[in-house]
């Protein structure tokens, strides 16, 4: 099977989850032919061989803010899929599929599919419709037409959760039987430390020994649900004093750190921004509990790493995440956009070390039975093979 991968992003260039969801998945489909397409970024080579996939980075140029970019990231795309296609037909050693993440490639992955008569399977990770509770804008009009332009294009759907089925069926009329559900995975070998880490300094740079660390990593976006943690915050520290907060991302925290001066808590709240994966993978195997108060979440591939570092986690019941946590085994689920309930929670894990063990011990079981790369591979080239046999049965 030889297969054309479109992507916005891919390593080093890592701008939000797909670029660890393409990295990691690809490699795996071992004996299979597999190029992608992505954008140039910093002193990456413009081509290499990752794991064994054609890599190829092409340069955008000059643009005039991001939907200009996007433009003319996806001319670029197309431009250069449409020779490797060309140079592949002409060796007759033709691509069989073409595959896109999400709507920002789709102009492209769906030209190449119209011109060259190659099917195309599309994977939606997230919609504007999902996360804005609803189109209300123009511009949020604008992506939604996008989304669903590409979704009526492709030959099969894939998305993370059933709750994501649900959603593409929502927001673009997408029938159900036209959608595949495969998980998001991680390789939980990448967790691993060296023999010689000193945890206990480590984690001093953080807290004192005895406080518990409750932490949240991602995005400092609406939807993620920060405000919401730094509500339930009085809620922890009145039954458990001894509790620090650390906060870990990049992006504009001015909001959340002006309330939590109101709340007078300051002393028990660490902003560290964005943090390397290297020290976050530190970090995790210090933390005594992680927690994604999301109010939109297709999947929360967070949850992975924190199944992997072995942190027991509390999430909102928000899109995806009870599909990813078994409440009370693998993990706590809370009810969404609700202070009190993550505060609930959250004192469930910290002030039982017991439980919160056997919580982490569930969540590697977890992370192991279904949430491994080979299987996940294994899955999407089912589909890719169910569009190539339905494709040799039709004129085009």
């Not at 102009?107 to 119209?114: F, R």
């Not at 390789?187 to 691993?192: D, H, P, V, W």
């Not at 949240?216 to 004093?241: D, I, Q, S």
């Amino acid at each position: 099977m030889k297969i054309l991968v479109l992507t916005w992003e891919f390593p080093p260039r890592i701008v939000g989850g797909i670029a660890r969801h393409v990295a990691e998945l690809y490699p795996e489909m071992m004996g299979h032919e597999v190029h992608l397409i992505t954008v140039e970024f910093g002193q990456a080579p413009a081509y290499e061989v990752v794991d064994g996939v054609h890599v190829y980075r092409v340069p955008i140029g000059p643009n005039d803010g991001f939907f200009d970019f996007i433009v003319k990231m996806n001319d670029a795309m197309g431009l250069h899929g449409g020779k490797l296609i060309s140079e592949a037909l002409a060796a007759e050693e033709p691509f069989d599929l073409l595959h896109a993440h999400d709507w920002l490639v789709g102009d492209a992955a769906i030209a190449l599919k119209n011109i060259f008569k190659i099917p195309l399977v599309a994977t939606i990770h997230a919609t504007e419709y999902g996360r804005n509770m609803g189109i209300r804008t123009e511009v949020q009009r604008y992506i939604n037409t996008k989304e669903q332009r590409l979704v009526f294009e492709a030959w099969r759907v894939i998305v993370c959760t059933q709750y994501m089925v649900g959603e593409v069926g929502r927001a673009f009329l997408c029938p159900i039987d036209k959608v595949d559900v495969i998980g998001n995975g991680i390789r939980a070998e990448k967790k691993s430390l060296p023999a010689d880490f000193d945890r206990a300094t480590f984690r001093q740079r953080f807290a004192y020994d005895q406080e518990k660390i409750i932490y949240y990593v991602g995005r400092m976006a609406y939807e993620k649900g920060v405000h919401v943690l730094v509500e339930a915050m009085p809620r922890v520290l009145w039954e458990y004093p001894a509790a620090k907060f650390v906060i870990i991302g990049g992006g504009n925290t001015s909001i959340y750190r002006q309330r939590v001066e109101q709340l007078n808590l300051t002393q028990h709240v660490y902003f560290t921004g964005f943090m390397q994966d290297e020290d976050l993978d530190k970090f995790q195997t210090v933390a005594d509990c992680a927690v994604f108060p999301s109010l939109y979440e297709p999947f929360g591939i967070v949850v992975l790493e924190s199944f992997a570092a072995g942190v027991p986690v509390v999430v909102s019941n928000a899109g995806g995440l009870p599909e990813v946590v078994t409440h009370t085994k693998t993990g706590i689920v809370t009810q969404i956009n609700d202070p009190f309930s993550l505060a609930y929670g959250i004192l469930e894990v910290i002030r039982y070390p017991t439980y919160a063990q056997w919580l982490q011990d569930n969540g590697r079981e977890e992370l192991d039975r279904r949430f491994r790369w080979p299987m996940l591979a294994q899955e999407t080239l089912a589909v890719f093979e169910r569009v190539i046999t339905e494709r040799q049965g039709i004129t085009w």
